[in-house]
């Protein structure tokens, strides 16, 4: 034997090893859920889950607010009522939600208020870290929860997870198939056409190794996708045009929706994607800050979900942030790292319209330290009715959450 064929031997068994044990630790694998589409929002910083769906008769809030930073029943800074909310509690969407409001009022988004890890952390590094790992606590794991997921599939495509921007987030490391995608049109080959035919001799391996395959199949993909792309004779992509007039901003975040809603309707085989959303840690300035990111949350979420129009019944879009932040305000006009948080959850198979969860109140006596919004619904509670009611994943909750006892779901879905 050559010592470029021996070599060559043992990558391709090392490779065969490697995803042998990837299976093996799934223990049971399911199939993809057909056509089945979750999308995970994830709002970095922390955001004012107090601001953005606001209890704006709680006395308690009142009194710890200065007036920019609460939201109120009436005047400047009057918010947007939210019918069947949490026992007496009058709860409002922050004003620059309208198009929240609009969703919700038509049953296709719910909110749960209060959840979150249940450990205390206000780290912002240990609290993503964690939710992305679906875990409670530290532990020496390595992969995201959503990685977990995938690897228990079996049907998949190298197109089933994309993370829409330049960096691959924690919850899907270790998930072998998944994609970040920062511009659908410069998505190719970065080479000329004589690099590019040399690379891809370079692995036309006539041994048909682990790494041969898999990497003429993501040239294969790379060639699909692109076909598929409409172009101008030049090669230049065309803008893409969504549907039913959806007006996305002209933001980060609003092209990374508008990337997903495109990749979607190319029919690639998506079925999870993941999109961060930074700029949310408004320790100072918040009155400032915060309006604008809400309505970029609201108008872009509002414009992927009329874009897709035809897919509702197949889509789930979950909306999350590491924590919340403190119901003092501090004296920089902003506020501090908190606890509890708002999560929204949006789909045409989400009992929408209506507020989920055990809201304690803002009474001293009620908060978490006397400091901050308690946690009521561990934020893993939310995440197993998606996965198990959406996505098809029961038999392997105890792998893609672990150590998380489940607990009856809240009835969102």
Not at 161 to 167: D, M, S
Not at 309 to 329: A, C, N, P, Q, W
Request: with cysteine; proline share 2%; glycine share 10%.
């Amino acid at each position: 034997m050559q010592r470029r064929d021996f070599i060559q031997t043992c990558s391709s068994a090392t490779a065969g090893m490697l995803l042998t044990g990837i299976s093996g630790l799934a223990l049971k694998n399911n199939d993809l859920q057909t056509g089945e589409l979750f999308v995970l929002v994830f709002l970095r910083g922390g955001c004012d889950g107090l601001q953005l769906v606001a209890p704006v008769n709680d006395r308690h809030y009142f009194a710890d607010r200065e007036q920019a930073l609460r939201v109120t029943e009436s005047g400047e800074n009057a918010g947007l009522l939210l019918k069947n909310g949490l026992g007496q509690t009058d709860f409002r969407l922050h004003a620059s939600a309208a198009q929240l409001k609009e969703l919700y009022d038509a049953d296709q988004l719910a909110i749960i208020h209060s959840c979150g890890l249940t450990n205390g952390t206000r780290s912002h590094f240990d609290a993503q870290d964690m939710i992305e790992k679906g875990i409670q606590k530290k532990q020496p794991i390595n992969e995201g929860w959503l990685a977990r997921y995938l690897n228990t599939i079996n049907n998949k495509s190298n197109f089933t997870a994309i993370a829409a921007g330049a960096a691959m987030p924690l919850s899907l490391w270790g998930a072998p198939t998944a994609v970040s995608v920062n511009n659908l049109g410069d998505f190719a080959l970065q080479a000329d056409g004589h690099f590019n035919n040399i690379i891809r001799k370079a692995y036309n391996d006539p041994l048909g190794s682990a790494l041969g395959k898999t990497a003429l199949q993501t040239f294969y993909t790379i060639d699909m996708l692109q076909k598929k792309i409409p172009r101008r004779g030049n090669g230049e992509a065309i803008d893409y045009k969504p549907d039913r007039d959806a007006q996305y901003m002209d933001d980060d975040f609003g092209k990374s929706m508008k990337n997903i809603a495109q990749l979607i309707k190319l029919d690639i085989g998506l079925h999870v994607a993941t999109v961060d959303y930074g700029g949310w840690d408004t320790h100072e300035y918040q009155a400032y800050r915060f309006p604008g990111l809400v309505k970029s949350l609201s108008q872009n979420l509002h414009a992927f979900y009329n874009d897709l129009d035809r897919y509702h019944g197949r889509l789930t879009v979950l909306v999350m942030s590491e924590f919340g932040r403190r119901i003092k305000s501090n004296k920089s006009n902003g506020t501090d790292h908190g606890y509890g948080n708002a999560m929204m959850v949006m789909g045409g198979n989400v009992k929408g319209g209506k507020m989920y969860g055990d809201w304690k109140g803002l009474a001293t006596e009620a908060l978490d330290n006397g400091v901050d919004l308690a946690v009521t619904t561990d934020y893993r509670t939310i995440l197993q009715e998606i996965l198990t009611k959406r996505m098809g994943a029961s038999a392997s909750l105890d792998y893609i959450l672990p150590g998380f006892k489940g607990k009856e779901g809240l009835g969102f879905i």
